[in-house]
Each structure stands twice: as structure tokens, then as C-alpha cells.
């Protein structure tokens, strides 16, 4: 426990074009060697592919993609006695946003395809 008390939750900014913060998170995660801008050219590609090929709003598409991604429960591991158990517990909404990013981004090969050819599909 802290001594100095709580710490503050930090939210998310959002970003220039699409004003969205869960956008803002997955740049960040895409974010190579300190390039955001690199990490924003990738993303907007993307999401313009996503555009085009499905003719409704990528935004949406992004959001359908993290939410069905996203877990419920995780199991964290608890010594009971002399042995360990894996015990299921319930997981925060941006907790569970943020390992559903990594997983996307987790699942894509760099030796396979671009970023964002990847993404769009």
C-alpha cells in the first residue's frame, strides 16, 4: 500500500482525425522506435482500406473488431497449500481493452504482410 495515496486514473487522448481514444491506444501500441507519425500513416491507411472495401464506417469496423476480441475473465495463479491453482477473475473494461489491442497487434507476422494491409482485413 502507498503512502501517498491513490494514484489518479489517466485517460486516454484522443486523436486528431477521428476523435477517438481507442484509435489513440492502438497507435500507441503500434508505435515503433518513437515514430508516431509513422504509427498514424499506418493506422489511416488502414482504416481508408477498411473504407473502401466495406463501405461503412471504419471506426465501427475497429470497435466490432476490439470488441469481440475482448475477454471477460482471466485466471491468475493462487497458492493454496502447498500447490498452485489457477483461479478465474473478472477484468476491468480497459484492462480487458488493452490485452485485446495487444492480442490483435500480437497476431500479426511482420515477415507475412504490411501493417496495414494486415489491419484492413
Request: aromatic share 4%; net charge positive; charged share 25%.
Amino acid at each position: 500500500m502507498s503512502r501517498r495515496g491513490t494514484a489518479e486514473e489517466k485517460t486516454a487522448k484522443s486523436d486528431p482525425i477521428y476523435r477517438n481514444r481507442l484509435v489513440n491506444m492502438l497507435v500507441n501500441r503500434i508505435l515503433k522506435h518513437g515514430k508516431k507519425s509513422l504509427a498514424y500513416q499506418i493506422l489511416y491507411r488502414a482504416m481508408k482500406k477498411i473504407q473502401q472495401k466495406t463501405d461503412t464506417n471504419p471506426l465501427s469496423v475497429l470497435r466490432q473488431a476490439i470488441r469481440g476480441v475482448t475477454p471477460d475473465i482471466a485466471v491468475k495463479a493462487r497458492r493454496v497449500g502447498g500447490s498452485t491453482h489457477q483461479v478465474p477473475i473478472e477484468i476491468g473494461p480497459t484492462q480487458g481493452k488493452a490485452l485485446a489491442i495487444r492480442w490483435l497487434l500480437g497476431a500479426w507476422h511482420p515477415e507475412n504482410v504490411r501493417v496495414e494491409i494486415w489491419l484492413s482485413n
